[in-house]
């Protein structure tokens, strides 16, 4: 990670972006964010590589995405100046989802057009090899649940790969072994029709946040260990009387477990609230974020700024947050990045 010193301060920190390379991009960017203004300036392209939608960064720094390779789809490793260090692709379109498993050294994809699991096994010059693959099967009562969408596969408090399953509007709870074998431990159904997209655990309650993508709400779940959940509130994105087409993308939560962040694309903004004491939600303020499409967005290390990233405007915007009171106050919107769909800093 590129740091600059400055009157004994950090002051700039590298970002990452995944994009589409549909219309003008060219892979992975990277630019630099000073944590004093909260500008971005400087982009430049870090890596070619056909739609790195999702990044993940190991703990060398390795960074793994999404990726492509003579026309099939799944995941690529590259080194942290940007050389490629392998491709494990197949038949089919690419994976939408990365995580990193340290502990076992391992590598999660989820494949949201298969409706696929995927393990890969880390080796130590950062590449990977498949493991392990589980297909999902099923559908929901939406016109967009016809078959099953896998959109995350990432880790529970306890050590337990968890993955979120936009078409059968599951949760399904997986034990891993040492080689990266899935063994399935329980399953949680959402709301008919909701489209479980992404989830995120407290820090500190046995509480974690479902967002869902088809009916744009917040599903939050206490959770027992060991893959089993229990609804305990469900809860709007939208502003009420909002009836124009939403899809809900992102789901983020401070540091210091006391507000959560998710953003929609069509109403184009971010919700922000407050965490209650048992864990609930309350609504603070929904925001716009002046672009089209925030597919992502993440709050800045030191969790005084939230950028948001634009799939369709090309832009980055960048939000001033006061750590007291959880909300926003836009700075700027006016960084161009090519069809942003993730950014990242790095671990």
Known sequence: MEVYFFRGMYMKKTVYFGTYTRRISQGIYKAEFDTETGQLANLELFAAEPSPTYLAFDKDQHLYTVGSHDGKGGIAAFKTDGSLINHVVEEGAPHCYVAVDE???LVYGANYHK???????????GSLELADKVQHEGHGPHENQTSPHVHFTDLTPDQYLVTCDLGTDEVTTY????????????????????????????????????????NSTIEVLIYDGVGAFERMQTISTLPEGYNDFNGTAAIRLSKDGKYLYASNRGHDSIAVYRILADGSLELLEIVPTHGQNPRDFDLSPDQEFLIAVHQDSDNATVFKRNPET???AELSNDFHVPEAVCISFTN
């Open 103 to 105: 502990k076992r050294s």
């Open 115 to 125: 409706g696929q699991v995927l393990v890969y096994k880390r080796n130590e010059d």
């Open 175 to 214: 034990d891993v072994d040492s080689e990266g074998k899935l063994s399935p431990l329980a399953t949680y159904n959402c709301n008919p029709g909701a489209g479980a997209r992404h989830l995120v655990f407290h820090h500190h309650y046995k509480i974690a946040y479902l967002i869902c993508e088809l």
């Open 326 to 328: 959880g909300r926003l």
